[in-house]
């Protein structure tokens, strides 16, 4: 017996006499216990460490603590003779080590048309197509015969690759998730066939499976935000979610389980409802089952437990901007009524700003008041008390939207100028830094925004659209004898306006990949319009008021291809208002009339222009009509004021 391991065993016998044990006790009793050659009484202690670390928010701390409980557990396969992480994964590549790449990468099935082929070809995969790569006796022979040591060991696993979920180590943690679902297969209990003796009594088994609940989520996630790629990935993400929904089914105590899976499959149906519309109407069953489910005292602590964080609300705002997009705003204020009450509830940090921004969205277009307000108040508060300021930007950034459009608001009322001094100075550099703009390049944070929330780069276009309202303003209300200061307001309309067009610009691959997410690509579109029409109204150059203007018609009508699709009656009611708008804008003349291309992608002159603005004029009255039909009678009944809906949508204040 070596003197660290005496020294391990006196520190082990001290502290089962203690209530608690600190991060660091453990830590000391696994540095012994690892100089003893004890490796698995040194990965328990290491684990058990990592753990408090955890709990108590250091996450770096606890991430280095996981290494070295991996470490122990890698010496005990090695005594074994036993591989993990063997490389023969070839279909797995780290796309995060490629920074060019993009994250949430656009899912094309070769060989299947529509979601219900996927799922059947997905459930033949899992049935039938999985390659385990190690037996059970492989993994008694490691774990020493005993289910508490491999519960350890699956632990091990599951939050060091948890840890490990980032740009640069996301194979790492993608690989330590396939090995911890094959041990999950190998030892659950209704799986094994061959009976092993464990070493405490009874059969060798992974006797509490909960641990495998993240592998099902941290592979999904890694999946779905392509931070790595594998052959057949929609197939993948669709079989794990499956996997999670059977485990998950299996015992009334899973039900935290249960939630996040219907979680996952709502973010799923979001990514995929581009590819199949019939994908839709599942959006709204699977909301109401996770809310039939879901119970905040009940659920919430559970889902940060296991996941890091209760993403309930995340997860209602696939529905939320469905029901948006179709004019159905009292629906989504019922929703959004949900996610108030838990948002309010939520004590863990990161939970609740997941909640605020899953709310965001509509507290920008349909609701920006003080109730709004206050929320992003709350959550700039909290913020600042956090030692990870990974969100204090995009923060900034949205506080800012919502602010400027209830300053707009109030000057509306008031008329008094003063209501536009609390701009913020950070924003402002912010924007002008172009940082944001992913015209020549992809970002990854961004990508993660505007899936889960809204875009970064639309929340920065409106305030540069907000902006430019501002110094129209002025122009209009500074002394008319005063010309130099009307041009320097309308110069500084216009080079917010080009700015906003700027932060929605974006690279052909990002643009592939924005065609999936529908909330936030319509959106974009339409703010592009909006910030397009008013660039041609005080555009003097021929050529470039009519290459805008081809632009112009170009997202609306993609728009209202999209919204037919899928009966966005609100994306058709502001194509139609802007096809009219559009319609009645007057081109300055070319230098040579003759020569003049119709922005119908024609040859023709003026009068086929006026012909082209008449039929956009008719057709564009036709969609909003029958969209605000549609809207008034779905609405019909409920406190939502529509037209004070619209009118924020479109930012239209009471001045203008």
């Not at 997009?325 to 009292?330: D, E, I, L, N």
């Not at 990161?350 to 920006?368: E, Q």
């Not at 919502?402 to 707009?408: C, E, F, P, R």
């Not at 703010?527 to 081809?550: G, N, P």
Request: hydrophobic letters at 45%; glycine letters at 4%.
């Amino acid at each position: 017996e070596s003197l660290h391991d005496r020294v391990a065993s006196f520190l082990e016998q001290e502290s089962q006499k203690s209530d608690t044990i600190t991060a660091t006790e453990w830590y000391e009793q696994a540095f012994h216990w690892e100089r003893a050659t004890a490796w698995s009484s040194a990965m328990t202690c290491y684990f058990n460490s990592g753990m408090l670390l955890k709990q108590q928010g250091d996450s770096l701390g606890a991430r280095g603590h996981f290494t070295s409980a991996y470490r122990m557990m890698d010496k005990m396969r090695h005594d074994a003779g036993v591989n993990f992480l063997d490389g023969t994964r070839l279909t797995t590549q780290c796309a995060a080590a490629q920074h060019t790449s993009m994250t949430c990468k656009p899912m094309h099935p070769a060989a299947v048309q529509n979601f219900s082929e996927i799922e059947k070809a997905s459930r033949e995969y899992l049935l039938g197509a999985r390659n385990v790569g190690m037996k059970l006796e492989d993994l008694h022979k490691v774990f020493e015969g005993s289910s508490a040591l491999l519960y350890t060991g699956m632990s091990v696993l599951v939050r060091l690759a948890q840890a490990l979920i980032g740009p640069t180590t996301a194979e790492y943690a993608y690989r330590m998730f396939e090995d911890a679902l094959d041990i999950l297969v190998l030892s659950h209990g209704s799986n094994i066939a061959t009976k092993l003796e464990d070493v405490d009594g009874g059969h060798f088994f992974l006797r509490n499976d909960d641990v495998g609940f993240p592998v099902f989520s941290g592979l999904f996630l890694l999946l779905l935000n392509n931070q790595v790629v594998e052959v057949d990935r929609l197939q993948r993400i669709v079989a794990v979610i499956s996997m999670h929904m059977a485990y998950a089914a299996a015992k009334p105590e899973y039900e935290p389980h249960l939630i996040l899976a219907y979680q996952n499959k709502l973010r799923l149906l979001e990514s995929v409802v581009h590819m199949d519309a019939a994908a839709l109407p599942a959006i709204t069953t699977y909301t109401n089952t996770m809310w039939m489910y879901y119970d905040h005292e009940k659920h919430s602590k559970d889902l940060i437990h296991y996941y890091n964080s209760d993403r309930t609300a995340n997860a209602t705002s696939v529905l939320l901007k469905m029901l948006y997009m179709q004019g159905h705003f009292a629906q989504c204020d019922a929703y959004l009524e949900r996610i108030k009450e838990v948002a309010f509830k939520i004590k863990h940090f990161f939970s609740s700003a997941v909640a605020v921004f899953a709310m965001y969205p509509m507290f920008l277009l349909c609701t920006p008041n003080a109730e709004a307000q206050i929320f992003m108040e709350k959550l700039v508060t909290r913020e600042a008390k956090q030692m990870n300021k990974e969100m204090s930007e995009p923060i900034q950034i949205f506080r800012e939207a919502l602010n400027l459009t209830v300053q707009h608001q109030q000057y509306g009322r008031s008329g008094d100028d003063a209501v536009f001094d609390r701009e913020s100075a950070l924003v402002e550099g912010i924007l002008q830094s172009r940082s944001l703009v992913q015209r020549e390049k992809n970002m990854v944070n961004l990508n993660l925004a505007r899936r889960y929330y809204i875009g970064i780069e639309f929340v920065a276009a409106r305030i540069c659209y907000l902006k430019a309202l501002r110094w129209e303003l002025r122009a209009a209300t500074t002394n008319k004898s005063n010309v130099d200061a009307i041009a320097t307001c309308q110069d500084k309309a216009q080079s917010y306006l080009l700015l906003g067009l700027e932060h929605l610009s974006f690279t052909a691959e990002q643009d592939e990949l924005n065609e999936q997410l529908l909330f936030a690509k319509a959106n974009e579109r339409l703010l592009r319009v909006q910030l397009l029409l008013k660039l041609i109204a005080t555009c003097v150059d021929a050529e470039k008021a009519r290459i805008m203007w081809t632009t112009v018609l170009d997202n609306v009508e993609k728009t209202v291809e999209l919204a037919e699709k899928y009966n966005f009656q609100l994306l058709l009611l502001q194509a139609g208002m802007h096809l009219q708008t559009l319609a009645g804008l007057v081109l300055p003349p070319l230098s040579a009339p003759a020569a003049e291309p119709c922005v119908a992608q024609s040859n023709g002159g003026p009068s086929e222009h006026a012909t082209l603005s008449q039929t956009l004029q008719t057709q564009g009255a036709a969609l909003e009509s029958a969209a605000r039909a549609y809207i008034e009678k779905v609405n019909k009944g409920s406190s939502v004021d529509v037209d004070d809906v619209y009118r924020s949508i479109l930012m239209q204040f009471p001045s203008e």
